[in-house]
């Protein structure tokens, strides 16, 4: 299996789903960089679309989301009536260009708001974009999912969910402040199925507060039961600095890094030898999954969900603390919801944060998702290679790299390594290590 180099693990690195990184997003942009970005978009350019929900039933400890509790009617009304206005917004301003592939709902957890308010999002949406053959899909909490939600589900065609699993662990979850029995999962898992949603992905994680190697098996064993369609095994990222919710976890009882490394290292074995096929670093799919056809085929891509197969290089985020993705920009809009409520009265877009990329940015994002996705990567056009090939450089006698002229191939040890080495390309990680997750 996988051969622990501690000095190659040591320095903690961003998880990769842009680059630059959000770490490096400013408030030098602002409403009119998205009015911009939006009037680029061609008339059949592919766009997809994420719409953030920012609240949930209850708030685990763990979760470094934007998100707070559903424990108030008239907030999640006001919210969804001004995410309404947004969609609005950004629809006037397309007209009819850009074809809608993906719809998106995440959070916090979409099903916090009532059934019959996502299907008016769900109906707004359809009507105001292009969206001729479009995919949904939907994060759903477990807890408090029910038959109305199913329903939902089923008359709005979404095809794809998302649980937030974890563990089934009693002990571990009330660790981390997410109780959820084992019958509440196989019931929404049932329900699911039963609406017409063909591909369930399970979230897991490791690196729990008393989890060791024995629970994560007991964990994916009960998963392969269940047999979801892909899973997201992440490890999980300590940092109470920075999300103090995490304060209430019991950093003491957090395995080590050797200990994560094995438990990652456990998952990648069991889920592949049970027939899932391994997508870039911590995610898995079942060989007629969509994600498991676009690595094989080399299109796999990666964006702010993680892997996937979505080919749109335009994703148009709507909600608070939704970040847009376009080719030359990211855009973040307002965390804060009463903040989120004010830019949109005052401003128009709600755009808050973000950058715009140079024609550098874009080159190194590029290998980055190429290594990442596919494994290996045509630095030629990066700039410095030179300095790049020293920063690579401690991976080579560890046989975790491999060069062909300028073609860089991780080797197939090299996956736990893989952020790690693609954190060579990042010309920002001069900033404080303690920003980001540990690479395992």
Not at 175 to 199: C, D, F, N, Y
Not at 409 to 415: F, N, Q, R, W
Request: hydrophobic share 40%; charged share 20%; with cysteine.
């Amino acid at each position: 299996m996988w051969t622990y180099h501690a000095d190659l693990l040591a320095r903690p690195v961003p998880r990769y789903t842009s680059y630059p990184t959000a770490a490096e997003f400013h408030d030098a942009v602002g409403p009119e960089d998205m009015a911009a970005a939006l009037d680029q978009v061609g008339m059949d350019d592919a766009v997809s679309l994420y719409v953030h929900i920012p609240y949930c039933r209850d708030i685990c400890w763990y979760c470094g989301c934007n998100t707070g509790a559903a424990n108030r009617a008239a907030r999640l009304h006001a919210y969804l009536d001004r995410l309404g206005e947004e969609i609005d917004l950004v629809a006037d301003r397309l007209g009819a260009r850009g074809r809608i592939g993906r719809i998106a709902f995440g959070g916090g957890s979409p099903n916090a708001i009532p059934p019959a308010a996502f299907a008016r999002l769900v109906s707004q949406l359809v009507q105001r974009f292009r969206c001729d053959d479009v995919v949904l899909s939907a994060e759903i909490d477990p807890r408090g999912f029910d038959a109305e939600w199913a329903a939902v589900l089923a008359d709005t065609g979404v095809t794809r969910a998302s649980l937030g699993v974890q563990t089934f662990d009693p002990a571990v979850q009330a660790a981390i402040g997410r109780v959820q029995p084992h019958a509440e999962i196989v019931r929404t898992t049932q329900l699911l199925r039963q609406a017409g949603v063909t591909s369930i992905n399970f979230d897991l994680m490791y690196g729990l507060p008393g989890q060791d190697a024995a629970i994560l098996a007991d964990t994916l064993a009960e998963t392969l039961a269940l047999a979801p369609d892909r899973l997201a095994v992440f490890g999980y990222a300590h940092v109470p600095h920075l999300i103090p919710r995490q304060r209430r976890i019991d950093a003491t009882a957090l395995p080590d890094a050797r200990q994560r490394f094995g438990q990652a290292a456990l998952a990648h074995r069991m889920l592949t030898d049970a027939g899932y096929r391994g997508v870039g670093f911590d995610h898995f799919a079942r060989p007629d999954d969509a994600l498991a056809r676009a690595a094989e085929a080399g299109t796999l891509r990666r964006n702010f969900q993680g892997f996937t197969e979505d080919p749109a290089d335009i994703l148009i985020g709507l909600g608070a603390s939704a970040i847009s993705q376009f080719p030359d920009r990211l855009l973040q809009n307002e965390k804060n919801t009463g903040r989120y409520h004010l830019a949109l009265n005052h401003r128009g877009f709600a755009t808050a944060r973000g950058l715009r990329r140079s024609a550098e940015d874009r080159v190194r994002g590029r290998a980055i998702e190429a290594l990442l996705t596919r494994g290996t990567a045509d630095l030629g056009s990066v700039p410095g290679l030179g300095t790049v090939r020293d920063r690579i450089h401690p991976f080579e006698p560890a046989g975790l790299v491999a060069w062909e002229g300028t073609t860089l191939s991780l080797m197939p040890d090299a996956l736990p390594y893989a952020r790690g080495i693609a954190a060579t390309l990042d010309t920002y990680r001069d900033q404080a290590p303690n920003r980001f997750s540990n690479a395992v």
